[in-house]
């Protein structure tokens, strides 16, 4: 069953240790199908060295397992309230990657302090508070409500990525290799903007004219940058 979307995942579970996101076992990626609401996502606990595609799970919306013989990722309610909650969204990536893992467990959001960050999100990554002690009894399932809930009063398409108070960040994306990719982006902006701050604790956002230039360029109606086509640009900052 939906054997082309296990290969996808499978594919773009493969990228994470490739670009650095995950130590062990610490990351997973998941893609749904929309016209079947069945979503396939990693394996728990699996090395990535030994995983296949034919170890790829297949969930449904109501958190039921419709295919597949080993346990679904821990993280798999998460994933599947911010698919329920948000139909533009068609990949969902979680990691523990050190640098954007780093401003969650300080429970900072990343301020835009420059072109790469605004040509990717416009503004801020938001990082949501912790989850009270009645929550946590439900962890994985509210740690996505608690996401919903402070995107359903923003914009889940331009902010495509949230860092979680002591835990980390998750990522998403029109399908898995997106959101990976805007993972990947992530993880560079954190590391930026870290050392930024190093070199100028007085540091300030960028001018919001530029970020707006950045953004712009980029997405929506009167975008410009790149060729006419839909497969994203390498990660990193492009000119």
Same mark, same amino acid.
Not at 57 to 67: A, K, R, Y
């Given at each position: 069953?939906? /054997?082309?979307?296990?290969?996808?995942?499978?594919? $773009?579970?493969?990228?994470?240790?490739?670009?650095?996101?995950?130590?062990?076992?610490?990351?997973?990626?998941?893609?749904?199908?929309?016209?079947?609401?069945?979503?396939?996502?990693?394996?728990?606990?699996?090395?990535? /060295?030994?995983?296949?595609?034919?170890?790829?799970?297949?969930?449904?919306?109501?958190?039921?397992?419709?295919?597949?013989?080993?346990?679904?990722?821990?993280?798999?309610?998460?994933?599947?309230?911010?698919?329920?909650?948000?139909?533009?969204?068609?990949?969902?990536?979680?990691?523990?990657?050190?640098?954007?893992?780093?401003?969650?467990?300080?429970?900072?959001?990343?301020?835009?302090?420059?072109?790469?960050? $605004?040509?990717?999100?416009?503004?801020?990554?938001?990082?949501?508070?912790?989850?009270?002690? /009645?929550?946590?009894?439900?962890?994985?399932?509210?740690?996505?409500?608690?996401?919903?809930? %402070?995107?359903?009063?923003?914009?889940?398409?331009?902010?495509?990525?949230?860092?979680?108070?002591?835990?980390?960040?998750?990522?998403?994306?029109?399908?898995?290799? /997106? $959101?990976?990719?805007?993972?990947?982006?992530?993880?560079?902006?954190?590391?930026?903007?870290?050392?930024?701050?190093?070199?100028?604790?007085?540091?300030?956002?960028?001018?919001?004219?530029?970020?707006?230039? %950045?953004?712009?360029?980029? %997405?929506?109606?009167?975008?410009?940058?790149?060729?006419?086509?839909?497969?994203?640009?390498? $990660?990193? %900052?492009?000119?």
């Amino acid at each position: 069953m939906l /054997e082309e979307l296990k290969q996808k995942v499978y594919e $773009a579970n493969m990228e994470l240790p490739k670009y650095g996101l995950v130590t062990f076992t610490w990351g997973n990626v998941s893609a749904i199908d929309r016209e079947t609401g069945y979503f396939a996502i990693k394996p728990s606990g699996v090395a990535y /060295e030994k995983l296949s595609p034919k170890d790829i799970v297949i969930m449904d919306l109501n958190g039921n397992q419709i295919e597949g013989e080993l346990n679904p990722s821990s993280d798999t309610a998460t994933h599947c309230e911010l698919y329920k909650a948000f139909p533009s969204i068609g990949g969902v990536v979680h990691t523990h990657s050190p640098w954007a893992t780093s401003w969650a467990q300080a429970g900072r959001g990343i301020p835009c302090y420059g072109t790469t960050h $605004a040509d990717y999100f416009y503004g801020e990554v938001p990082c949501v508070r912790n989850l009270t002690k /009645e929550e946590l009894k439900d962890y994985e399932a509210n740690t996505g409500r608690l996401i919903v809930e %402070h995107f359903r009063k923003a914009n889940v398409d331009a902010v495509p990525c949230v860092l979680c108070k002591n835990h980390g960040p998750f990522a998403w994306g029109k399908d898995a290799h /997106e $959101a990976v990719h805007n993972a990947v982006v992530l993880e560079e902006v954190a590391k930026m903007a870290a050392r930024c701050e190093i070199l100028n604790p007085q540091v300030q956002s960028a001018p919001q004219e530029l970020q707006d230039k %950045h953004y712009f360029r980029k %997405h929506g109606e009167n975008a410009y940058y790149g060729q006419k086509s839909n497969t994203p640009p390498a $990660a990193g %900052h492009q000119n």
